[in-house]
T-cell receptor, first 116, second 112 residues
């Protein structure tokens, strides 16, 4: 596709339910990132995938959060037993990594998650 | 460690005013620097970038110069428009290009 695609664009869920957020990166981009943006806050790094390497999960806030990337392309962020503090916009970004060249991130429009 | 500090907002300017949004950074190695813009209801878009010291990134009338001596990457525009109203994020990627660090964002509102 032309850009990073995220779905759904909006998700309202009840506290305690599980949710899955999907990200389809730009074709050929080897690196994929998930960030969380809370109201009025900056971007909080969650997790990073690069090719077939083990993901950098250092930003995941709790063991309720997990992510996978199948076939080096589509990624799913899963939040189990959602809490109200999980309400935020979840942003996915991808980039082409070629050696040490720092290509910029390309962001999707995000998924706005509301936990009631 | 790596970090980005940008000026607090919100910033409100009249149309055609001069804009500066300050950004300073702390980094090991040789980072690349970026400004991203987020229009209401949208994801972040790359505005401009600079990959080495003294480089000037520019786009849509915005400019920023990579100043290694002052560890700064201030965003400037000579004459803002209402359509520039958005949140602006300064960011750096580390020398290995594995991790990106973002400032907290500066909200800009331009009034006619």
């Amino acid at each position: 596709g032309a850009g990073v695609s995220q779905s759904p664009s909006n998700k309202v869920t009840e506290k305690g339910k599980d949710v899955e957020l999907r990200c389809d990166p730009i074709s050929g981009h080897t690196a994929l990132y998930w960030y969380r943006q809370s109201l009025g806050q900056g971007l909080e790094f969650l997790i990073y995938f690069q090719g077939n390497s083990a993901p950098d999960k250092s930003g995941l806030p709790s063991d309720r959060f997990s992510a996978e990337r199948t076939g080096g392309s589509v990624s799913t962020l899963t939040i189990q037993r959602t809490q109200q503090e999980d309400s935020a916009v979840y942003l996915c970004a991808s980039t082409q990594k070629t050696g040490s060249y720092n290509s910029p991130l390309h962001f999707g429009n995000g998924t706005r998650l509301t936990v009631t | 460690g790596n970090s980005v500090t940008q000026m607090e907002g919100p910033v409100t300017l009249s149309e055609e005013a001069f804009l500066t949004i300050n950004c300073t950074y702390t980094a090991t190695g040789y980072p690349s620097l970026f400004w991203y813009v987020q229009y209401p209801g949208e994801g972040l878009q790359l505005l401009l970038k600079a990959t080495k010291a003294d480089d000037k990134g520019s786009n849509k009338g915005f400019e920023a110069t990579y100043r290694k001596e002052t560890t700064s990457f201030h965003l400037e525009k000579g004459s803002v428009q209402v359509s520039d109203s958005a949140v602006y994020f300064c960011a750096l990627s580390d020398g290995a290009g594995n991790q990106f660090y973002f400032g907290t964002g500066t909200s800009l509102t331009v009034i006619p």
